[in-house]
Every structure is written in structure tokens, then in C-alpha cells.
């Protein structure tokens, strides 16, 4: 597995979750120049782009999460990670990192409670 990810959870509506995605097997240098993102896909919806972060250092969000979340990484660790706050429920999906090319983590379902 390229791609673990982790962090996922119950919460209720204005609680947070820090979602982690860790690229173990991805050699150093490979994981610094890539793009890394994360994903959601709820019930019954297609799944869309939350954030980016570029091998640049730029990040984008999708107008729904801006001012709520943060996606950062630590490319020492090798590790992309999604600060979530101020949750709603709204955001209930399975959350997925991608690298933008051709590894998807497993997903990790994140639920808010209203």
C-alpha cells in the first residue's frame, strides 16, 4: 500500500478530526515533488477535490471547507495531513488522499453528528 490513511471518526457538528495520509513505501525525494490531495465522496454524491497541496508549497480548497480546513504536510514524514474544524454534518464522507498521479489511500469515513 502506497497510501495509508488514518484519523477518521464520529464527531459531533463543531468538533474537528485531523485526518493523516502516510506514504510509507514512496521513496523520499518521489514524495517531496508531488502533489498531494484529499477527497471525499458522501452517499449518494460524486466525489470531489477538498484540498491540494502542491510540491510548491500552494494549497487550494474547495469553497465548502475554506476557513474550516487546513491541509498541511510534513514531507520528512513523508505524511499529508487534513486539520478539519468546525465540522458539519454536511461533510460526512469517506475521505480519501490521492497523489494526484497514481495512488489512492483506502479511504477513512469521517461522520458528523448533528
Known amino acids: 500500500v502506497q497510501l495509508q490513511a488514518s484519523g477518521g471518526g464520529l464527531v459531533q457538528a463543531g468538533g474537528s478530526l485531523r485526518l493523516s495520509c502516510k506514504a510509507s513505501?514512496?521513496?523520499?525525494?518521489?514524495?517531496?515533488?508531488?502533489?498531494m490531495a484529499w477527497y471525499r465522496r458522501a452517499p449518494g454524491k460524486e466525489r470531489e477535490l477538498v484540498a491540494l497541496?502542491?510540491?510548491?508549497?500552494?494549497?487550494r480548497y474547495t469553497d465548502s471547507v475554506k476557513g474550516r480546513f487546513t491541509i498541511s504536510r510534513d514531507n520528512s514524514k513523508k505524511t499529508v495531513y487534513l486539520q478539519m474544524n468546525n465540522l458539519k454534518p454536511e461533510d460526512t464522507a469517506v475521505y480519501y488522499c490521492?497523489?494526484?498521479?497514481?495512488?489512492w489511500g483506502q479511504g477513512t469515513q469521517v461522520t458528523v453528528s448533528s
Open positions: 513505501r514512496m521513496i523520499l525525494s518521489v514524495f517531496w515533488s508531488k502533489n
Open positions: 497541496s502542491t510540491s510548491t508549497g500552494t494549497t
Open positions: 490521492h497523489d494526484e498521479e497514481d495512488y
